[in-house]
């Protein structure tokens, strides 16, 4: 068996899925996102102007996500100095048919292309990932690998995707999340700190290591 992360083997052995010999973890490499020329129309878009500071989240009204807590954060200061842009599928009608309340400011980016996330990522303030459960967590990644500071809970494999280049918050508490962010508002060294952590952990993983790694679960598996 092979899966993406440390975490997602000890879930299946939690479920009686293999023993530790039988499940070989292969990390993701980053999505296309990455090494796409940013397109940069999509912030005029959106109606974001140059030096707007905002946060990018995943849209999605899914319990695990977590997004209401970011809702919460920001109802708090923040939402009075940072936008939240919100991309993918689920729009605001879809939040409040979920009895979510949304703030006003909420930006829904809608689908995006590589181009236009690449963009989004590379000039957010931060990523945030609140969700309660990740079996890996790619835009993680994607946002280390172009620079993005990474907000995230201590749930899943978050952790040990981003190790210590991020910044870990109780994902119960939407004030810590909205202090974190005016920290990152006002604090230029932080932010280019945690900009050159996130790149340096990103730098491990790619898919050539990936290539790499499965290779050596066949090879120890079924070593001719």
Known sequence: LLTVSEHSKRDLMCYGIGETAEIGVVPNGPGPSVSAVPEMNILARLG??????????QASTEPHKNTALLFRAFGHECGDQIKLVLFGKAGRTDFLRAGIAVPDSVVFAGAVTDEELAALYRNALAVCIPSIAEGFGLPALEAMTLGSPVL?????????VVGCSGIELDIEQPG??????????????????LSQAGRDRAARYSWEAAGKALLGHLDRWFDP
């Open 48 to 57: 974001l102007p140059e030096h707007t500071s905002y946060c990018l989240a």
């Open 152 to 160: 995230h809970g201590p749930c899943g494999a978050l952790p040990e």
């Open 176 to 193: 810590e999340w909205s202090e974190a962010l005016l920290r990152l508002l006002e604090n230029a060294d932080l932010r280019s700190g």
